[in-house]
């Protein structure tokens, strides 16, 4: 089964990808901590950028089941560049529930505080939970990538 999962993801097919990481999900934490070790964070991190609903999702449920207890595997995710993938998720109001997961999940190991309360997540989350508007939001986005602190 892990050899089927790291060929699906590393194929670059879609449907493939999602099957193997649907997979993922049902595997025990010693097989999903091997697999990190062979390279399957990088497919999923470039399934968050797919127009695939199901591809973002599956991809989001895996990551996660890679996260749990594993601070290595939190730290190689947020390294790998999941965050801003989630942001652009967060920001265009798709799977929040679950991306905020995400990132709580990946905010709770020590070395990912600071890349992940500096990338704007914060803020993000922040005006999902008082309701802004979409326009206000990419207003202040904008506002803070002109005039960093």
Known sequence: MEEFIVETLLSGDGGAQIQGTIELSKLGSKQRHKLADRGVIPPLI??????????????????????????????????????????????????????????????????????????????TLIAIISGETAAQFNI??????????
Not at 84 to 102: F, H, I, K, Y
Not at 140 to 149: I, K
């Open 46 to 123: 470039s399934m968050l950028h797919s127009q695939d609903y199901g591809a973002m999702e599956a991809s989001l449920f895996a990551l996660l089941a890679l996260a749990f207890g594993s601070e290595r595997n939190k730290i190689q995710i947020v390294k790998g560049g999941a965050i801003p993938a989630m942001l652009n998720l967060l920001r265009s109001r798709s799977l929040v529930e679950l991306t905020a997961t995400a990132m709580l999940v990946l905010s709770s190991c020590a070395a990912n505080k600071l890349p992940i309360a500096s990338s704007g997540a914060i803020e």
């Open 140 to 149: 202040v986005a904008l506002q803070r990538e002109r005039d960093p602190e």
